[in-house]
Every structure is written in C-alpha cells, then in structure tokens.
C-alpha cells in the first residue's frame, strides 16, 4: 500500500498501481453490462489488439485488456520471463476488477497465463471465472513441435515471428518501433518456451478451446485436449484462418465469444 492509499504490486523491480494491468479506456457506456470478459495477449501483445471487441460484445459483455508490462502504456517495466514470477502479480493487478461476474480469453501465450490464473482464483480468494476460453495454444504440459525461437539472433527471431503473421509489415518496417518492441516480445516467447503448468488444482469451469484451420503452431488434437484441464463443460471450435485468425474482431468469432459467454452464464440480466 502506498502513503496515499493505492494498491500496488511488484512489476520486475518495480512497484506498479493495482489498476495498471487492466486496461478500460475510462469507458462509461459498459457500465450497464453485467458479464466482464478479461483479454489475454498473445506474444509481444498489447490491450490495442483487442480493442475492436469492446463495442461488439456490448451490452451484454464489458471487455477488460489485460495491460503487462514492457508493452503499450508500460513500456518502460521489465518484462517476465517466467510465468510463475508474472502470476502472483498479474492476479493481484486483476482481483480488484473481479466484482461482478468473469470469465477469461487469452490467445495464444495468453491462453497459458489465462488458464493460470484462472486456476489461483478458482483455488482461493474471490470467486473463479465462470468460463475460460483458450486460442491458438496446446493444452497444458504438451511439449511444442518446434525448436525455441527466444535465444535466435534478432534479425532470425524476427523473421520468425513475421512467420506466424504476429508483426505487422508497418511494424516491421519501422526498426526504431521494433527495437522498442523486440526486449517484450523475447520475453514473452521466453515465457512460452519455458512454460510448464504450475502447481494446484484444476478447474471446475466450463473451457472452450479455440483455434484457426491453418495455424502452423497447433493441431486439432492437441488443442482439443484442453478438455482435461476441466471437470465442467468443454467445447472446442475452429475458424477459418492462421495463428492470427482472431484479428480485427470478426463477427463470427465473437459472436462465438458471446454465445460461449452467455452459456455459461444464462441467469444474468
């Protein structure tokens, strides 16, 4: 705690307010909305790239985008490398938004994290998530099919990266934007490589795993067995597209989010 009241956390070396992993925009017009949906990035991801599902999934769903550090509006925190350093921070950041009913989405590296932290909630503390949607990642303790890309040389990494279709070419084009962006999105592929599922229970809540028809990092049976990690609900469902299948809010990709959201919590008005 602050002298002047706030809530804080470690960030790194750092000590951050509570509300800086949460990103709202100060919007006003969701206020009426009853279901919260928190939004993982992927690697080297931002809040901005879920910025197109707020207005859509009004009025029922309040999007919430999950702000970490070494990217966006924290630019200058040091990044995580390990999941089970980001997690105690990351849940301490988000417990204050978790007063009203929640379900997570996380995309790719977010689905891990998301599915971390909806564990420690679902474990202890305040109520867990009422739904966690996973996209474009394994399950849980599946070893990846391709070699790390975190210790390539810069001018490698990135053309892999490019691969996946996760840089835009107006970033790739700017090497000043990608110098500032490069310290975060090694981090991240850092923390995806070396993720292994923490300890602690499963979780009880209903899962839907998403992915694309042509995405070069999963395959269909390995995304289908995130249904182990739960005792409840499991639905699986597959766009067309790459990695990136997600991008630019698609209609029926969120029209799935909302019809997997309001399943799962049907009695709210």
């Known amino acids: 705690m602050m002298p002047d009241g706030t809530d804080t956390q470690t960030s790194g070396d750092r000590l951050c307010p509570a509300d800086v992993w949460v990103v709202n925009d100060g919007r006003t017009e969701d206020s009426g909305a009853v279901r919260r949906l928190f939004c993982f990035p992927h690697a080297g991801g931002g809040p901005s790239f879920f910025r197109s ?14 702000l970490l550090p070494g990217r966006e509006g924290r630019l200058e925190d040091p990044p995580f490398r390990r999941i089970e350093d980001l997690v105690e921070p990351l849940c301490a950041g988000l417990e204050p938004h978790l007063d ?8 790719s590296m977010g689905a891990v994290v998301a599915y971390e932290v909806a564990r420690r909630f679902s474990g202890a503390g305040p109520a867990g998530p009422a739904c966690l949607i996973v996209s474009g990642h394994r399950a849980p303790g599946l070893a990846g099919k391709r070699p790390p890309l ?23 084009s700017e090497p000043e934007l990608l110098d500032m962006l490069l310290p975060a999105l090694r981090a991240d592929f850092e923390l995806a490589e070396t993720y292994q599922p923490l300890s602690g229970g ?3 809540c209903p899962v839907v795993a998403y992915m694309g028809t042509s995405d070069p990092e999963v395959e269909y049976t390995e995304v289908l067995a995130w249904r182990e990690v739960t005792t409840g609900r499991f639905r699986m469902r597959v766009f067309r597209g790459d990695h990136f299948y997600i991008k630019g809010g698609r209609p ?5 989010v909302r019809e997997d ?5 049907p009695e709210l008005v």
């Open 202 to 204: 499963g979780l009880d």
């Open 150 to 172: 975190s210790g390539l040389p810069d001018h490698e990494f990135l053309a892999e990266v490019a691969r996946l279709n996760g840089i835009p070419a107006e970033v790739l």
């Open 53 to 66: 599902w707020c207005a859509p999934l009004q009025p029922e769903i309040a999007v919430r985008r999950v």
């Open 252 to 256: 029926d990709v969120l029209n799935a």
């Open 100 to 107: 009203q009913p929640y379900a997570f989405f996380g995309h």
């Open 261 to 265: 959201l309001l399943l799962a919590m």
